[in-house]
């Protein structure tokens, strides 16, 4: 029984973190192309 729940945790964990890491690079090139734009017109 305890194996399962340790097995469910380290799953459950491994996804959430991965599914955190992902959108921070895309939030990132969108704030980067948005700013680049926004400065280059004065």
Do not use: R
């Not at 469910?8 to 680049?36: D, M, R, S």
Request: aromatic fraction near 14%; charged fraction near 20%; proline fraction near 5%.
């Amino acid at each position: 029984m305890k194996k399962l729940l340790l097995l469910a945790a380290a799953l459950t964990t491994g996804t959430i973190a991965y599914g955190q890491e992902e959108p921070k690079i895309k939030v990132t090139g969108y704030l980067e192309t948005y700013f680049g734009y926004d400065f280059n017109k004065p």
